[in-house]
């Protein structure tokens, strides 16, 4: 069993910063790929930012030159630092990684994907 629990979130006026912690626990041998999603009132839930085990990252348009994530291999955790936020970027945000349990997962790419419970960010105007 793998957890993923976020911190971080709540409520910011615009223009403000908000950092998102995600950290994951239980059965890990190795965590490829982590990522940010946010689900808004109304919407499906959307991609904000990837980062693989090397530091690749990838950033949804919105998200560009605005947020940044990284992670710490050592403690499992990944963040989602977000500067200058919008209105519109009110929504739960959610982690979500790809975790390998045991080395024979690993080295067949057998991947679990969990996602955290969510953490609520609202951006007043």
């Known amino acids: 069993q793998v957890q993923l629990v976020e911190s971080g979130g709540g409520l910011v006026q615009s223009g403000g910063s908000l950092r998102l912690s995600c950290a994951a626990s239980?059965?890990?041998?190795?965590?490829?790929?982590m990522g940010w999603y946010r689900q808004a009132p109304g919407k499906e839930r959307e991609l904000v930012a990837t980062i693989s085990s090397g530091g690749s990252t990838n950033y949804a348009d919105s998200a560009k030159g605005r947020f940044t994530i990284s992670r710490d291999n050592a403690k499992n955790t990944v963040f989602l630092q977000m500067n200058s936020l919008k209105p519109e970027d009110t929504a739960v945000y959610y982690c979500n990684a790809e975790v390998a349990t045991s080395r024979s997962a690993y080295i067949r790419s057998r991947y679990l994907e969990p996602w955290g419970q969510g953490t609520l960010v609202t951006v007043s105007s």
């Open positions: 239980g059965s890990i041998f190795s965590i490829n790929r």
